[in-house]
């Protein structure tokens, strides 16, 4: 709206300000998220007015205003709230992803973008989330703004036409706070329910715009399959619950019911056909009809992320995919598999890496071995339940 991403931060920011005074004094309004936006939209244009340089840019949104008509509307927010109510609307934080999906922006720009914006992730949790250093990641959100500001990037959910353009972008990002939702990169919580929870209401919006793609379903699907275990992932304390100990029972039924039902829908699916996200959904499909451990077709599981690694290369998928025939075919399997992903350092500095060679070298009877990788993987790893899953891991094997 405003076109400078700087601009629209701080008005925010004094939105939420005015908003502590103002509902403190007068109540919550009827609309708060349309209170807000109406009030930052106003302190935004005080803003952009006080500089002289910004003049083409006020006009231009002085004269949108005009054509929308809120040029002679009131000035309280409250009112103009009821003037906006009757018009057709985009949820604001789709139409916030949409802006940042903007084919003008690089694609790691556009996820990290979105990621601050609609998720508010911090910097560093950004960058966690790339597996790159921090100062590179605030450089490319600074560039990504810079970018905005300079193209007039508008802030809408663009039309039809111009959908698919941006539709990999989208699920993209969607795709990364679900991923922060699911396994926290920092702090002392294992997972971000709020994070998740949003990345399946707008994945739901986004299906709805385009319900005949198939990547746009299967990333629904393959989000609520994996949300389905939420409420079991982690104990009354917070201690991470893996999977093979967690109570299946618990599982949310209907989520579970959702995600197959849409997989469903759009057919077995040939191999040209599936895209990533169908291929993720569709092992969590295996884990969620699997209604004990030993019943998991990790065979299944594992020819699904075969085809993965052939739709593009990731170490976070090849490391999956270890596991995955290491369970299919034995722990010595998983460990040749990880030693060479060990050797590309691709995964340097990555927890779940000595992570996984723990557990594979104690199935395999090495506890000296997995000790030293359990060691290894409690120094790196980034949140507190994950780390004292590690050291109860490492307790029972050492006996200490």
């Known amino acids: 709206m405003t076109g400078d991403w700087d601009v629209a931060e701080e008005a925010a920011a004094g939105a939420f300000e005015r908003a502590a005074t103002t509902w403190a004094r007068d109540g919550v309004p009827r609309n708060p998220g349309a209170w807000l936006t109406t009030s930052a939209r106003n302190l935004a244009l005080d803003r952009l007015r006080r500089r002289g340089v910004e003049r083409g840019k006020v006009q231009e949104w002085l004269t949108m205003e005009a054509f929308e008509g809120r040029m002679r509307g009131p000035d309280d927010p409250a009112d103009i709230v009821g003037a906006r109510a009757a018009e057709p609307d985009w949820d604001d934080r789709l139409r916030l992803v949409f802006t940042c999906a903007h084919p003008a922006l690089p694609m790691d720009a556009r996820v990290a973008l979105t990621l601050r914006a609609v998720g508010g992730l911090e910097t560093g949790e950004i960058a966690r989330a790339f597996f790159v250093p921090e100062a590179t990641m605030a450089q490319r959100i600074v560039r990504a ?26 699920l993209a990002t969607l795709y990364l706070i679900a991923n922060e939702g699911y396994l926290a ?35 629904l699907a393959m989000l609520l399959l994996q949300h389905a275990r939420s409420s079991v992932r982690a104990d009354a304390s917070g201690d991470l619950v893996p999977l093979d100990e967690q109570d299946r029972s618990s ?33 969590q499909a295996e884990h969620a009809r699997a209604e004990t451990p030993a019943e998991t077709d990790w065979a299944a599981i594992a020819a699904r992320y075969d085809e993965l690694a052939t739709l593009g290369h990731s170490p976070f998928v090849e490391l999956s995919r270890a596991i995955a025939h290491g369970f299919a075919e034995g722990p010595r399997v998983a460990l040749a598999a990880l030693t060479e992903l060990e050797a590309s350092g691709s995964l340097r500095g990555y927890h779940l890496l000595p992570a996984a060679q723990a557990d594979f070298l104690r199935r395999a009877g090495d506890a000296s071995a997995a000790a030293a990788r359990y060691r290894e993987a409690i120094a790196l790893a980034p949140t507190d339940p994950e780390r004292r899953y590690l050291e109860r891991r490492l307790a029972n094997l050492t006996g200490a």
């Open 145 to 170: 703004k810079r970018r905005i500001r300079d193209t007039g990037i508008p802030y809408r959910v663009p039309p039809p036409e111009q959908w698919a353009a941006r539709l990999d972008g989208v």
């Open 185 to 219: 990169s920092s702090g002392d919580r294992l997972q971000r329910l709020d994070l998740a929870a949003e990345a399946i209401r707008l994945a739901r919006l986004v299906v709805g715009l385009v319900p005949d793609d198939s990547e746009a379903r299967a990333l």
């Open 251 to 283: 599982w949310d039924a209907a989520e579970i019911a959702e995600g197959l039902a849409l997989l469903e829908a759009s057919g077995p699916g040939s191999t040209t056909e599936r895209g990533p996200y169908r291929l993720q959904a569709e092992i």
